[in-house]
């Protein structure tokens, strides 16, 4: 199983960037994915999910209206679309299998186990 994500860099606020997470060992319909991310001196915290059990997608409040999850099954690729970067939304992003999606707070590290991870890429939002 590897999740290879991509898509980050430096952006100034207001800007936008795509991120990317290629998916091989297991297909979008097996689990539900999330995006997930860690800001320097903060705890991980849950960004976006998608739900292969109703199609729905959440969002942590802080991303809503500004960030868009989608999937493609044919590539087995999900992306995040960030739009109106914040320089708050500065972190290492990484994508996520299996993991809850019911809610926005769908970050439990004390209840589930996150079986697989990509290698996180940097995001940086300058002021």
């Known amino acids: 199983v590897q999740l290879q994500a991509s898509g980050g860099g430096l952006v100034q606020a207001g800007g936008s960037l795509r991120l990317s997470c290629a998916v091989s060992?297991?297909?979008?319909?097996?689990?539900?994915i999330g995006w997930f991310r860690q800001a320097p001196g903060k705890e991980r915290e849950g960004v976006s999910c998608?739900?292969?059990?109703?199609?729905?997608?959440h969002y942590a409040d802080s991303v809503k209206g500004r960030f868009t999850m989608s999937r493609d099954k044919a590539s087995n690729t999900v992306y995040l679309q960030m739009d109106s970067l914040k320089p708050e939304d500065t972190a290492i992003y990484y994508c996520?299998?299996?993991?809850?999606?019911?809610?926005?707070?769908?970050?439990?590290?004390?209840?589930?186990?996150?079986?697989?991870w990509g290698q996180g890429t940097q995001v940086t939002v300058s002021s």
């Open positions: 996520a299998a299996p993991t809850p999606c019911y809610s926005s707070n769908f970050y439990l590290p004390d209840r589930y186990e996150y079986d697989y």
């Open positions: 060992g297991f297909t979008l319909d097996d689990y539900s």
């Open positions: 998608f739900s292969r059990l109703d199609d729905r997608t």
